[in-house]
């Protein structure tokens, strides 16, 4: 059965990606092509699903199986058509291929390992997840209406839970759905991102490297289930695309269609790619000086569908303040949006990579990675040193008016303190200049490294014929909006700065990998005829490095025991639940007068979204055990618990009590009795 869901998804996402592609002109690289076929085809699923729910048809993993097997029949057709079925031209494994296909099974390893090392579903967000995921498996569609129980869909964007609700209708577990699943979403991100850097930065060495980098650090992705989880690979294929389109105009509809579910899978890093995407525009405009048409014509159509698919209805549905509830922004501004763990950040915690660490967003890069981000700067400035002289007061001047602006709007939004309880944040702008750049001064120094190579680069593109490295324009505005992403929390203008450590992550890894290729090319270059063989064994030396200081601790933090939330009031409490996963018919009907998402998360039924059983949630645990006993058997509830979570919602005596009156009614019999009360409805 668990073959069956893979063998979906794998089929499913291949089927429709060839089939799309069927109108562009795909790389002739035969591994980049058919892995790629699948990354599109994932994002254009979700879309279709966001079609068929907006058209009111149930979201069945038959239909999609049907469609996949359409396009992928006309892809065959036109195949055969040009007698070109069979072909394999462009299958080369080189070096960087095979290293990147290295580096995405030993993170699938690292993140499968982790995600079963303990039968249940970590912290709270899961749990949630769950509850959706199970509703949209049976009731085919991410629609619920105002009142619904959920956390993440209807109206928080739902691409997370559809997927997985529509792979659940394959199986018979959400628990190994969500484990597997979310562990495999996040290991391909790997495939996508070195395709895409392959693209940007024009060099498979490069790609190669800053994959190393992105897939080593600890800040990048743990296998927390999160609807994070899907935002980030898919802003890779979003961005592959985007570059693809100076080889095909074409990839611009590809680039609509996979914009769609980037857009409504997380509040945060849909917001988070929104900025990223604008900056990308901006360093292109920059460097190229025109307008990218086919470029700009992909992105808009593909925000307007977005709008059209979902926003525009929950807008109607909800309104305003409504949705910004549902997203999970209550009485906030949509500038100043804080994260649950947000914190003020220094200097230590960017060279740090610790095993013991932060479970849904890691912090720190590790020692090695985060100084050859440094170095990454004064690499650009070495470089180019003679045009800087050369240019040296228009550069001057520019960077000036950049830096001061940026220093300017920094000391008008800071509040000194991050908000928690007890502590509230000064007026921004209130906070004298000077004690402000005391504060922030690593903040400071990194922006103006960040800014100047900014601005030289900028100036020299303008000015020269030749273009110098123009990617780096992009890569360098990432690095400063993300950079101060990070350190957002004392600020007024900010986004969950907590999460943001894995958006620098992106181009950190880059600039990391521009660095080493850079560094390792100079001083190989005093070798002569074994300069390659030299370059090799330094590369080999700092990536051994990387290794040691940031993926042993990552992977430590992702293979250790996570905890199960705080929801569970005892061990014995969660060992029951684990002992009910076990023991009973998987998804037999388990009422509880508590926690819904536990019953679903281990494997059982519970309807936790049925108004019926919302409002029985309350006024049944009062009633006597003969009333509990014939709604149980009116909606086919063959199992009820009672636990821990009861006894903190409705008091210890009271639970007690009702305890005592289950106990002594006959039609009640006791399954499990140690900390965790299951009975059978006879």
Not at 208 to 234: G, K, N, Q, R, Y
Not at 368 to 389: A, D, G, N, P, Q
Not at 518 to 539: E, H
Request: net charge positive.
């Amino acid at each position: 059965m668990y073959f069956l869901s893979l063998f979906w998804f794998l089929f499913c996402s291949y089927g429709i990606g060839a089939g799309l592609l069927s109108i562009v002109r795909e790389p002739d690289d035969f591994i980049e092509r058919n892995l790629m076929r699948f990354g599109i085809g994932l994002a254009s699923l979700l879309t279709i699903g966001f079609i068929l729910n907006i058209l009111r048809i149930p979201l069945d993993y038959r239909v999609f199986i049907g469609l996949a097997v359409l396009l992928l029949a006309i892809k065959i057709w036109l195949k055969t058509k040009s007698k070109q079925l069979w072909n394999f031209e462009g299958f080369k494994l080189n070096f960087y291929t095979i290293g990147m296909l290295l580096i995405f099974s030993i993170t699938l390893f690292m993140y499968m390992k982790g995600s079963f090392a303990y039968p249940y579903l970590e912290d709270d967000d899961p749990w949630s997840h769950a509850i959706g995921v199970k509703y949209v498996s049976i009731d085919k569609t991410v629609l619920a209406g105002k009142g619904n129980v959920f956390h993440y869909i209807d109206p928080y964007p739902p691409a997370y839970d559809m997927l997985f609700g529509i792979i659940h209708q394959t199986n018979d577990s959400v628990n190994w759905t969500l484990k597997f699943f979310n562990a495999l979403i996040i290991s391909i991100t790997m495939v996508f991102f070195f395709y895409f850097v392959k693209l940007f930065t024009e060099s498979s060495k490069k790609a190669f490297v800053a994959t190393f980098i992105l897939a080593a650090v600890p800040a990048f992705m743990s296998h927390f289930i999160w609807a994070l989880a899907l935002t980030v690979p898919l802003m890779f294929v979003c961005f592959y695309c985007l570059e693809k389109i100076k080889d095909d105009s074409k990839y611009a509809a590809i680039l609509a269609i996979v914009l769609v579910p980037t857009i409504t899978s997380s509040p945060t890093h849909s917001a988070y790619f929104a900025v990223l995407l604008s900056l990308y525009f901006i360093g292109k405009i920059l460097v190229e000086k025109k307008i990218f048409t086919a470029h700009l014509f992909g992105t808009i159509v593909g925000f307007v569908l977005s709008a059209i698919l979902w926003w525009i209805p929950m807008l109607y549905i909800y309104g305003y303040r409504g949705m910004l509830e549902g997203l999970g922004l209550k009485a906030q501004s949509a500038l100043n949006v804080a994260g649950t763990a947000d914190r003020a950040y220094v200097f230590k915690d960017f060279i740090s990579a610790n095993s013991q660490n932060m479970i849904n967003n890691p912090v720190g890069y590790g020692p090695i990675v985060f100084i050859l981000f440094i170095i990454s700067f004064f690499v650009i400035l070495i470089r180019y040193r003679k045009e800087i002289v050369h240019h040296k007061v228009l550069i001057g001047i520019i960077f000036a008016v950049i830096f001061i602006g940026s220093l300017i709007f920094l000391q008008q939004t800071y509040t000194k303190f991050v908000e928690k309880r007890g502590v509230v944040p000064l007026p921004p702008g209130s906070v004298p200049f000077f004690q402000f750049f005391s504060d922030q001064i690593f903040l400071i120094m990194m922006l103006a490294m960040i800014l100047f190579s900014f601005t030289l680069l900028v100036v020299l593109n303008w000015k020269l014929t030749e273009k110098k490295e123009s990617h780096m324009v992009t890569l360098l505005l990432w690095s400063a909006m993300s950079f101060y992403a990070v350190h957002a929390a004392p600020f007024f203008v900010k986004l969950s700065p907590f999460r943001a450590w894995g958006i620098l992550a992106i181009p950190l890894a880059i600039m990391v990998s521009y660095a080493i290729v850079n560094i390792t090319t100079l001083i190989a270059a005093f070798f002569g005829r074994s300069k390659a063989i030299v370059s090799a064994i330094l590369i080999t030396i700092i990536i051994l490095g990387i290794y040691f200081t940031s993926f042993v601790p990552k992977f430590s933090l992702n293979t250790s025991q996570w905890p199960p939330g705080g929801a569970w009031t005892s061990q014995d409490e969660l060992v029951g639940y684990i002992w009910m996963m076990d023991s009973i018919p998987k998804n037999s009907r388990v009422f509880t007068f508590s926690n819904g998402g536990a019953v679903i998360g281990f494997d059982q039924f519970n309807c936790r979204w049925c108004a019926n059983d919302v409002d029985y949630l309350v006024k049944g645990f009062n009633e006597t055990p003969e009333q509990n006993y014939n709604y149980f058997k009116k909606n086919s509830y063959k199992y009820f618990l009672i636990d821990g979570q009861a006894a903190r919602r409705f008091g210890l005596n009271e639970t007690q009590n009702k305890l005592e009156k289950v106990a002594g009614f006959n039609k009640f019999r006791p399954v499990y009795t140690k900390g965790f009360f299951l009975f059978e409805v006879v």
